[in-house]
């Protein structure tokens, strides 16, 4: 079992930085691929990125591609999602999730995922 816990939401206005972290316990998530999603109200919960459990690949959705930067620090444990040039757009709940299966090809699946964190809500405002 892995437990996941998010921290670092919260207001910011457009154009700002926030980071996220994902501090995990119960396994080393060295042995994880590991991904952000997010959900705005009434919608789904979107792929935002990934990182391969070796901490080499990683991939983004478009829509964040060139803002967010995706990092995991095996020693401490946890995942960091570094969110620059955050639009109103960005504004949803943040989720922490780790991924068993070494099958880096369904990374964007949500289904794929076993373990996930509570979230963490990102409010951009104008």
């Known amino acids: 079992q892995v437990q996941l816990v998010e921290s670092g939401g919260g207001l910011v206005q457009a154009g700002g930085s926030l980071r996220l972290s994902c501090a995990a316990s119960g396994r080393a998530i060295s042995r994880y691929a590991m991904g952000w999603f997010r959900q705005a109200p009434g919608k789904e919960r979107d792929f935002v990125a990934a990182?391969?459990?070796?901490?080499?690949?990683?991939d983004y959705a478009g829509s964040v591609k060139g803002r967010f930067g995706i990092s995991k620090d095996n020693a401490k444990n946890t995942v960091y999602l570094q969110m620059n040039s955050l639009k109103l757009e960005d504004t949803a709940v943040y989720y922490c999730?780790?991924?068993?299966?070494?099958?880096?090809?369904?990374?964007?699946?949500?289904?794929?995922?076993?373990?996930w964190g509570q979230g963490t809500q990102v409010t951009v405002f104008s």
């Open positions: 990182i391969s459990w070796s901490g080499g690949p990683t």
């Open positions: 999730a780790a991924k068993s299966s070494a099958n880096w090809g369904t990374r964007l699946d949500r289904g794929s995922y076993d373990y």
